[in-house]
């Protein structure tokens, strides 16, 4: 509840009237410690931010600080005392370069992300109590590759030997070990379902972009935090980020991937939609392909530096992906429910950019450039191209 999706998703909800109760270790803030690159937006504490909130809306929002994948008596004990209708699980580490920067944060990234979805389980049966279990989960599960066709909402149609029809979940195919850990949260969410009647909604969610929301414009203690570095900032943001400063986009290979994109307002929307229609008791995961649209990453490097007048380079892919891929993806229950989701169209630029302004002098160049490599053959690629090749001019007076 304490990250980039997690603290407008609180808010949005609270907002909408219901009672939030946000869970977080701070783990993202540590790791930003870690990393010795901030939020280019200053984010406050989580007291203040709540605080902050009650003063604007007159709404209280709890805050508890227990880390899901170890404390798990008090997160039993949590449960028991709040007894929520839903819990929306965003308690993992987010980044697919994070998760493939060393052994250690490899590690990590299994033993938070499995750990934790597994803890929530245990948790909710041991509680006994009948709640809507809602996770973030990724699109990366079902890998890049060229499909030949649409990707479903989670099921897929097959014929198996003999002619016999049946409905599966869709075959995994993760690309780094945090695609993997969402891949193995798929797996525990239909054991628990089938085994201790959990209620659950996996969301597959696309590359998330834009940093505040109507309700985090509010007030500058709610702002938004905006990751721009190599592990954590977004494909789009990044872009933002640098057509704004003035420097050349770095695309990465020929930039020929596709990805599916949202943006974060339609991510808090997305929540409260899957909120609100939950799954009865005994009925299988239901599974929403959490996207607005689908883009090739050169055709949106393209479109904001036609906007900032910014160059392009391309640098070598620090991922071990495809050059080139198709994305064709259903996202049609969300959109039956009733979202209008917001696209790259629709100028939301501005919004992004104006924030990038007002903080540029919070930006660290050397941060911008990949810092995690898929394996040792991407990062001899890699090798010629220097930290100091991103140089920002100094803002006018």
């Not at 989960?137 to 479903?152: A, D, F, H, Q, R």
């Not at 780094?176 to 969410?189: E, F, G, P, Q």
């Not at 660290?364 to 890699?382: D, H, M, T, V």
Request: charged share 25%.
């Amino acid at each position: 509840g304490d990250g980039f999706c997690g603290w407008p998703t609180s808010l949005h909800l609270s907002d909408k009237g219901h009672d939030v109760v946000i869970v977080d270790n701070l783990s993202r803030r540590n790791i930003d410690i870690e990393l010795g690159c901030d939020s280019l937006t200053p984010i406050q504490s989580p007291e203040t931010r709540v605080q902050a909130w009650k003063e604007v809306s007159g709404k209280d929002i709890k805050f508890v600080n227990l880390d899901v994948a170890k404390d798990y008596d008090l997160l039993v004990q949590l449960i028991k005392e709040e007894e929520p209708d839903t819990i929306i699980h965003f308690a993992e580490q987010r980044a697919a370069p994070y998760s493939q920067k060393n052994s250690k944060t490899k590690r990590y990234t299994v033993d938070n992300n499995v750990s934790g979805s597994n803890n929530l389980c245990c948790a909710i049966t041991d509680a006994d109590l009948d709640i809507h279990i809602i996770h973030l989960g990724t699109m990366g599960v079902y890998g890049y590759g060229t499909s030949g066709g649409e990707i479903p909402e989670g099921y897929i149609d097959v014929t198996l030997p003999g002619g016999r029809d049946m409905n599966i979940l869709h075959p995994a195919y993760p690309g780094s070990v945090y695609h993997t850990t969402k891949c193995l949260d798929a797996l525990l969410w239909q054991f628990y379902q089938k085994n201790d009647q959990l209620r659950i909604t996996d969301l597959h969610q696309g590359v998330v972009w834009g940093t505040n929301t109507p309700q985090t414009v509010k007030d500058e203690r709610l702002v938004n935090r905006f990751d721009y570095d190599g592990d954590y900032g977004t494909v789009l943001n990044r872009f933002l980020l640098q057509g704004a400063m003035g420097v050349p986009l770095t695309v990465y290979g020929t930039g020929g991937q596709t990805r599916a994109f949202i943006h974060i307002t339609d991510t808090a929307k997305c929540i409260e939609i899957a909120m609100l229609n939950p799954p009865q008791k005994g009925d299988r995961v239901k599974i929403f392909n959490q996207v607005a649209e689908t883009r090739r990453i050169r055709d949106i490097a393209k479109l904001v530096a036609d906007q900032t007048g910014a160059g392009v380079n391309f640098l070598p892919n620090p991922r071990n992906e495809a050059d080139e891929n198709e994305l064709d993806v259903s996202n049609r229950s969300f959109c039956n429910l009733g979202l209008v989701p917001k696209t790259l169209d629709d100028g939301l630029f501005e919004e992004v950019t104006d924030v990038i302004k007002k903080y540029r002098n919070r930006c660290n160049p050397q941060k911008i450039l990949p810092a995690s490599f898929w394996n040792k053959a991407q990062a001899e690629k890699y090798k010629e191209n220097e930290p100091n090749a991103i140089k920002l001019d100094k803002p006018s007076a």
